[in-house]
């Protein structure tokens, strides 16, 4: 591959999100140029899109490897697909750019990290607002102490989703897959991103994440679900700074997902993963928007790292806390706690839809985000207090938690 030649991308997968992704790589052809894809359903939108522009289309993964034609694989297959397929991936000589979460468990990720390391090519996980310019410059400005150093960060997150998330595919809001783990919920699936934010400003050097030392977590559904949807969770990192999150996907939604970081100078407030806003204890203030979406920006730097231009960010071994915190959010909680149906309000939708919101939820959010706490620790009354979970040195789930507790069960604990 020359330096200026676009780098060559492989597929696996071109449905729902994979579609999205793949529209917008089409738009920046000087830095990337998809040649190929795998179509479980050959009739898909995307399949028949990826035809009409020229890209070849596989029915498997293992014909599309052996086809060549590209320099990476872009893996956007389920959770619990990810470490399976990346090190098929890896065995045919293929770097690969893995959707995110990584994988659902810490040993998956060790696992997949060494064979990463044997094969001698990179994983990168596709956390995209990482990539994003905005977020690259503040870590600068964190690491560099431009606003003194971090006390704490706080992640809030007020989203809405109907039943048609959780039955748009087979795994989705399930903690268990035919014997894989899959973990699917707000804070591994599209809640992720705060989670990973929170940890990667609180990290230490430009390309980290904060080591979690400790993890309380509270985690509940309100969903007809296994999983979780609904979470209060507080890390303690061996860099000494506390980060705080209140995620949720059963609210009325509307308002704007935070990202808070408070430091000896100023707050700052990085809104909806997108805009910045900083508030100097001085009285003065800053504002700072984005230009270019954070995955325009990742594929860019993915082309530019894999051609040696650029030192990767995210690479799946610096990702690594994240799957810590997430796992030991689980053995904290122990359990999934059941919402009682009296807390909530189900609205009725067209089609047979469903929307469930948990009652009072924005006034929830707000007054545990004030106190800097979890929801059993301001007295709601569905919540349930959960055990500080020791993340150091932490390497297999699960140790205490209970994936196969009833819901009625749960509702009792």
């Known amino acids: 591959m020359m330096d200026n030649e676009s780098v060559k991308i492989g597929i696996v997968g071109c449905e729902g999100y994979a579609y999205q992704l793949i529209i917008r790589i089409q738009t920046i052809p000087l830095s990337g140029e998809i040649t190929a894809v795998v179509a479980l359903d050959p009739s898909s939108d995307g399949a028949n899109y990826c035809r009409a522009h020229g890209i070849r289309v596989f029915p498997t993964v293992d014909e599309m490897l052996a086809s060549g034609g590209f320099d990476v694989v872009m893996n956007l297959t389920p959770i619990h697909f990810h470490a399976e397929i990346s090190k098929q ?66 992640l809030k997150a007020a989203w809405s989703r109907t039943s048609a998330y959780f039955t748009r595919c087979d795994w989705a809001g399930k903690l268990n897959k035919e014997g894989r783990w899959v973990l699917d919920g707000d804070i591994n699936n599209p809640l992720s991103h705060f ?8 990290g230490r050097d430009q390309a980290s994440l904060a080591n979690p030392v400790s993890v309380q977590a509270e985690l509940y559904r309100a969903n007809q679900i296994e999983s979780e949807d609904t979470s209060a969770i507080r890390i303690h990192t061996e860099e000494g700074v506390e980060i705080l999150s209140w995620l949720t996907l059963a609210s009325e939604g509307g308002g704007d997902a935070l990202v808070v970081i408070e430091t000896e ?8 993963l997108d805009r910045i806003e900083i508030a100097y204890h001085d009285g003065s203030t800053e504002s700072r928007g984005s230009y270019k979406e954070s995955r325009i920006e990742m594929i860019e ?7 040696g231009h650029e030192v990767p960010i995210s690479s ?45 939820i924005s006034d929830i959010f707000e007054r545990a985000f004030e106190a800097s706490a979890l929801f059993s620790e301001i007295g709601v009354p569905w919540a349930c207090r959960s055990e500080v ?15 196969q507790v009833k819901r009625e069960e749960a509702l009792k604990a």
């Open 301 to 307: 730097h993915l082309c530019r790292s894999l051609r």
């Open 89 to 154: 991936c890896l065995a045919a000589g293929f770097p690969v750019w893995m959707e995110k979460p990584p994988v659902a468990t810490v040993q998956d990720l060790d696992s997949l990290n060494t064979a990463s390391l044997a094969a001698g090519l990179p994983i990168t996980v596709c956390f995209n607002t990482l990539f994003a310019f905005r977020a690259q410059q503040l870590k600068a400005e964190l690491l560099a102490e431009k606003y003194g150093k971090i006390g704490r960060v706080k």
């Open 389 to 403: 979970f020791d993340a150091k040195d932490y390497s297999n789930f699960p140790v205490r938690f209970q994936a």
């Open 195 to 202: 989670i990973c934010a929170g940890l990667f400003f609180a």
């Open 265 to 272: 100078k100023a707050v700052i407030n990085f809104i909806n």
């Open 316 to 360: 799946l071994a610096a990702i690594r806390p994240f799957t810590v915190a997430v796992n030991a959010a689980f053995e904290s909680a122990g359990i999934i706690q059941s919402i009682p149906e009296e807390a909530l309000d189900v609205v009725a939708l067209d089609k047979g839809e469903t929307h469930v919101i948990i009652k009072g």
